[in-house]
């Protein structure tokens, strides 16, 4: 795969400043996570609906980017817009959300602040991200090795 150095530098910059945030907003911490998603301690008072903020604010942004390719005639920092035909919600797309589903509120990690939690709390975390890593590879062999590897292929070319 071959990248400009302004692709690399983008993508170093945002992932930064997404760490950044992760940070800021305690998305690193699993307990925060957890007590979004107790729904049962809402009469109590003990439910934090601080992540739907978080979560709120990130796809906010995420639509105007997705948008901004309307506008503009390349990207900033790639070859080109990366654009697919898959419109539909199909089976493996679920079954993705699934599995990500449970693991984020049975575990407390969304992958990104594993990540970041890595330098934060090692020992807590290596166990998740590590079966994130496999559990990725799996799906990537299963994909490859299936029909499904045509579906995941975008119609524009890498940047």
């Not at 990500?100 to 166990?127: E, K, M, N, Y």
Request: hydrophobic residues 55%; aromatic residues 8%; contains cysteine.
């Amino acid at each position: 795969m071959n990248r400009s150095l302004v692709s690399l530098l983008t993508a170093l910059v945002s992932g930064t400043i997404f760490g950044v945030g992760l940070a800021v907003a305690r998305m690193t911490d699993p307990q925060k996570i957890k007590d979004f998603l107790d729904f049962a301690a809402i009469p109590s008072g003990g439910w934090d609906p601080s992540l739907a903020f978080v979560m709120g604010g990130g796809v906010l942004i995420g639509l105007i980017g997705l948008r901004l390719d309307r506008l503009m005639r390349a990207p900033l920092a790639g070859a080109a817009f990366i654009q697919t035909s898959r419109v539909a919600i199909d089976r493996p797309l679920v079954a993705g959300a699934t599995i990500f589903g449970v693991g984020w509120g049975l575990s407390g990690f969304c992958p990104g602040p594993a990540v970041a939690d890595l330098g934060l709390v090692p020992g807590d975390v290596i166990p998740f991200v590590a079966a994130m890593f496999v559990g990725s590879w799996a799906a990537g062999l299963y994909a490859d090795r299936s029909s499904l590897s045509g579906l995941y292929v975008a119609d524009a070319p890498a940047g």
